[in-house]
Antibody
Framework: QVQLVESGGGVVQPGGSLRLSCVAS????????MHWVRQAPGKGLEWVAF????????YYADSVKGRFTISRDNSKNALSLEMNSLRDEDTAVYYC???????????WGQGTLVTVSS | EIVLTQSPATVSLSPGERATLSCRAS??????LAWLQQKPGQAPRLLIY???KRAAGIPARFSGSGSGTDFTLTISGLEPEDFALYYC?????????FGGGTKVEIK
């Protein structure tokens, strides 16, 4: 079965950095685009970043552009999110998400909590 | 950026009643509108994609309709497990965006 397992969350000071990872299994990782989505405590969902199946195209939300970098290693079935210059408002549960447009192939990880606080 | 506005923010209903949730887009999203359900402490789960197609394993009491900018999720006959948060998401334009959510609570 499809599994997405995130790791790397934790507490970091404002201005600090953190790297999130997501390891995928149960599907052909190298053929699917991947996304990061976040959810601040008690708030709604916010799409964060996208990477094409081959890593050649990346998109970011304006709120993280220039500070976050999404990447993937298809040899390891791994997705990453490098987060720099972290702000209080980046505090959230970060989810790894995969879906295929116009199909019901749609899976989420369990999420990893990032807390930005001094 | 396409803004999705969900209404109402909260709806209070009794088991067995019908729930009608609205999602309005600031510009057309074509058919690429999805509905997700989220329960406390859990990741979201896909219910509906492409406006009206139910994901595998989703009961027939969940239905989606609409087009362009106005979309509706209907739950006909609420079951106890349906009381949760519901989000719409447009998947046709960058950046992808979510609505603010509708909470379906027990009356």
């Amino acid at each position: 079965q499809v599994q997405l397992v995130e790791s790397g969350g934790g507490v970091v000071q404002p201005g600090g950095s953190l790297r999130l990872s997501c390891v995928a299994s149960g599907f052909t990782f190298s053929t699917y685009a991947m996304h990061w989505v976040r959810q601040a405590p008690g708030k709604g969902l916010e799409w964060v970043a996208f990477v094409r199946y081959d890593g050649s195209i990346k998109y970011y939300a304006d709120s993280v552009k220039g500070r976050f970098t999404i990447s993937r290693d298809n040899s390891k079935n791994a997705l990453s999110l490098e987060m720099n210059s972290l702000r209080d408002e980046d505090t959230a549960v970060y989810y790894c998400h995969v879906f295929a447009t116009s199909t019901d192939f749609d899976y989420w990880g369990q999420g990893t909590l990032v807390t930005v606080s001094s | 950026e396409i803004v999705l506005t969900q209404s109402p923010a909260t709806v209070s209903l009794s088991p067995g009643e019908r729930a009608t949730l609205s999602c309005r887009a600031s510009q057309s999203v074509g058919k690429y509108l999805a509905w997700l359900q989220q329960k406390p402490g859990q990741a979201p789960r896909l219910l509906i994609y492409d406006t009206s197609k139910r994901a595998a394993g989703i009961p027939a009491r969940f239905s989606g309709s609409g087009s362009g900018t106005d979309f509706t999720l209907t739950i006909s006959g609420l079951e106890p497990e349906d009381f949760a948060l519901y989000y719409c998401q447009q998947r046709g334009n960058w950046p992808l965006t979510f609505g603010g959510g509708t909470k379906v609570e027990i009356k």
